[in-house]
């Protein structure tokens, strides 16, 4: 006989591990035992060496469903006089220094809903119902090790019949922590506004809840990591109140649909999207609108020819859908902007003159969790929103004691999309999204999410990433703790939107990095955002950028469109040629107010460099009317567009994005792009002019995938990455992806970190832990 000790890491807790463990080893005939501590799974072994070997095969290769392997370290322990007789497993141990991975909330498994729907069976209809192959995780979690004492599942203490289901090894159940039954679990009560119970019986309440919502009433309803506002998704009414009242006018609204058959009456989607729909992560999808179907209102999404779908993921959706029997809009509880609310208690104070009722369970949610939405752009998953199901995530590197810096570091991340990173060790985490930290709540929520890992991690970073700009809340938060005596590094803002790419493969060497985004403080003051860098961990070159313009009205740039074009056209031609063109998105101007704006504008030192910008252009000229009322609105305008258009077979683009050379690297033309597409709209042609403007709008962005194309062929040498919120324009992704695929380039993929600014902690964090000093290289 032979024994070893193996230590196991990755996400091995709360998910099966100890009784997978248990059961192989009791089909090797090997003796030992299995213990959870804070650094992982300690498992130790005797056996005949043929069968110890098998064992570690058999564990690398078919691990638990919801379970992920980093390690398997092994070494040898002495044989005692006297080894153990059979396989046991202990309790868990706990330790002051935890390394081991908390689990995303993940969704029902086919098992447990099979049993809510058996009248038979004792979870019949119970919306609790979970196994140690779903259910929640992160959002109850307290501390680690996971166990239910250290979980919000500690106060319902288990009945007989749960219990010994808790203490089989042989149980799906066994030691699934939130596990409980309609005798001893959480249950649902029915509140009213003023916060009158209206009914505490689980099954009652879903029926008086369906009932409200197909009489078109918004309710507040508790699920996993935070309440959803619902209302039946077909109600015009009822979406039009919920916008008015949430003050949400334009935004589109997520549906919950009860099944793959539902979704593909709503969206076409192709095999890769309604994989992703169907995934255990249950993410928001965003799918391409069915032109004809009658189940959900205009108003769910309007001007645009997207619908996020996504399914019930929990027994709670599944029953409520099911009594429906129609989709629901499932938004975030939540004032526009502010995080999603866990508690009751907040969304009557918060959201009382909101919601008609509000449907609430007395399971506390201990860590707040969005949901996650994606898309299939470029050929792969790109998350937009990182959250349920993916979050925590946790990335594996091979940096070791050897990297640049000693120490753990904490990145907090961007103003929007707000995120946090750290690491321990070579493990790098990447916090569930947290929002846009412009208000009080938000950045309760940030500190509160900064406590989590706190708790679990015990965590004492040597230092402190940020972005570079100064007045950004996270970065006004580290600033103020490096005065008291921690590191601190800013990071600029399109270097960290690459490195976040490489540190999702985890990339060190150089990389031709294309960062299109709406803006991020550059060098020097400007205003970046159409940046092509060479990068590394270390710093950056700036090689290429849109051609600066300049833009007058602050803020109320990222909204009103229409300033964006005049400052294009601003130092292009003289005032009355801009009058001459008789452009309706400047024609709202009355003859003074445009003067005033173009002098303005033409003795502004505020340059930007900005390809969202450049987007929000193009949008105005070719019919966008209104304000941006929320971000991404024009980008979707002129994709929606786009989409229209018919080209003829063999037709060639007419639009050219033009690069040329200056002393520092290359210059994207946008002002000469807006010029050519001014001309193409009064010159007209054969077609109608809506149908020119369609044309004109997905040549717009195929000009913008060839300059890239052109560019990277500048750097044959190099691996690309494409960054940046502006890559989340689809018809932009599939053609970069495609003309670098067919030039034989390595492309980085996403990865599941947010192409967005949900990723920019990530590559905050990689810089640090590279020495980075914060600097341009050039």
């Known amino acids: 006989m032979k024994a070893i000790s193996l230590h196991v890491g990755g996400i091995v807790q709360g998910v099966g591990f100890r009784p997978h463990v248990y059961r192989l080893a009791r089909e090797l005939a090997l003796r030992g035992h299995v213990l959870n501590d804070a650094s992982g799974v300690h498992i130790d072994l005797y056996g005949e060496p043929t069968q110890l070997a098998r064992f570690i095969e058999q564990l690398r290769q078919c691990p638990p469903p919801l379970a992920r392997i980093d390690f398997i370290h092994e070494s040898p322990l002495p044989m005692p006089p006297w080894p153990p007789q059979d396989f046991e497993i202990r309790s868990s141990q706990a330790d002051d220094k935890a390394t081991v991975l908390v689990s995303a909330d993940k969704s029902s498994c086919d098992a447990c809903l099979a049993e809510i729907r058996d009248p038979e069976d004792r979870h019949f209809d119970y919306p609790f119902t979970n196994c140690t192959h779903c259910g929640p995780r992160y959002s109850l979690i307290r501390a680690l090790p996971y166990d239910r004492v250290n979980t919000s599942m500690a106060a319902f203490a288990m009945c007989p019949e749960c219990e010994a289901e808790y203490r089989d090894p042989m149980d799906r159940r066994y030691h699934a922590q939130p596990v409980s039954c309609p005798q001893c679990g959480p249950h649902l009560s029915l509140l009213s506004v003023s916060g009158e119970v209206l009914c505490d019986d689980s099954s009652r309440a879903m029926d008086l809840t369906a009932d409200m919502l197909a009489s ?431 080209p003829k077979n063999g037709s060639s683009n007419c639009l050219r994005l033009a690069i040329t050379p200056d002393d520092k690297g290359f210059v994207l033309d946008g002002h000469g792009l807006i010029l050519a ?26 000009a913008l995938s060839q300059a890239v194309l052109e560019l990277a062929d500048h750097y044959p040498d190099l691996p690309v990455v494409l960054s940046g919120g502006v890559f989340q324009n689809r018809t932009l992704a599939d053609a970069c992806v495609a003309g670098l695929q067919q030039r034989g380039r390595t492309l980085l993929p996403w990865g599941q970190v947010p192409v967005n600014d949900g990723g920019i902690a990530l590559g905050q964090l990689w810089a640090a832990l590279h020495g980075n000093k914060g600097e341009s290289l050039t």
């Not at 001014?678 to 717009?700: N, Y």
Request: hydrophobic fraction near 45%; aromatic fraction near 6%; proline fraction near 5%.
């Open 216 to 646: 078109g009433n918004i309710l507040a309803i508790k699920g996993l990591g935070g309440f959803h506002l619902v209302c039946d998704a077909n109600n015009a009414d009822a979406v039009a109140l919920l916008r008015q009242r949430k003050h949400r006018p334009a935004k589109p609204l997520a549906v919950m649909v009860p099944d793959l058959d539902c979704a593909k009456q709503l969206a076409i989607g192709s095999q890769e999207e309604w994989q992703l729909l169907c995934s255990r992560e249950k993410p928001i999808v965003l799918l391409h609108k069915q032109p004809q179907q009658s189940l959900v209102c205009e108003a769910v999404a309007p001007g645009i020819d997207r619908l996020g779908l996504f399914l019930p993921y929990t027994p709670l959706h599944q029953l409520l859908l099911a009594r429906c029997g129609f989709p629901l809009v499932a938004t975030s509880a939540n004032q526009s902007g502010d995080p999603i609310i866990t508690d009751s208690e907040q969304v009557l104070a918060r959201l009382g003159k909101v919601v008609d009722a509000v449907l609430d369970h007395n399971r506390p949610i201990v860590n707040g969790c969005d949901d996650s939405v994606v898309q299939w752009a470029g050929g792969q998953m790109q998350v937009i929103r990182l959250a349920r199901g993916y979050a925590p995530l946790c990335l594996e590197s091979r940096l070791d004691s050897q990297r640049e810096t000693d120490g753990d570091w904490l990145a907090v991340g961007p103003q929007q999309k707000n995120t946090l990173a750290l690491n321990l060790g070579s493990h790098l985490f990447l916090s569930p999204h947290i929002g846009d930290l412009f208000s009080v709540e938000a950045e309760a929520y940030f500190e509160r999410t900064l406590a989590t890992f706190q708790r679990l991690y015990s965590i004492a970073p040597a230092g402190i990433a940020c972005d570079r700009h100064p007045d950004y809340s996270s970065s006004r938060w580290a600033h103020a703790r490096a005065q008291a005596g921690q590191g601190l590094l800013p990071v600029q803002h399109h270097h960290a939107h690459v490195l976040a790419t490489m540190a999702a493969n985890d990339i060190s060497s150089p990389v031709l990095g294309f960062c299109f985004d709406g803006s991020g403080l550059g060098d020097e003051g400007e205003i970046w955002g159409g940046e092509v860098l060479l990068c590394r961990p270390s710093g950056y070159q700036r090689l290429a950028h849109v051609r600066s313009f300049a833009v007058t009205g602050g803020d109320k740039v990222a909204t009103e469109p229409w300033r964006v074009l005049l400052g294009l056209l601003a130092y292009e031609l003289i005032d009355d040629s801009i009058h001459a063109l008789k452009l309706p998105a400047l024609e709202r101007l009355g003859e003074l107010q445009r003067a005033n704006l173009l002098r303005l504008t033409r003795s502004s030192r505020l340059k930007c460099s900005s390809m969202g910008r450049l987007f929000d252009a193009a949008a105005a000229l070719l019919g966008f009317e209104g304000p941006i009322l929320f971000e991404g609105q024009a980008g979707l305008f002129l994709e929606a567009l786009a989409a229209k258009s018919q």
């Open 677 to 702: 597409m001014i001309d193409a709209l009064r010159a007209g042609t054969d077609v109608s002019a809506e149908q020119l403007k369609a044309d004109l709008a997905r040549q717009f962005i195929l």
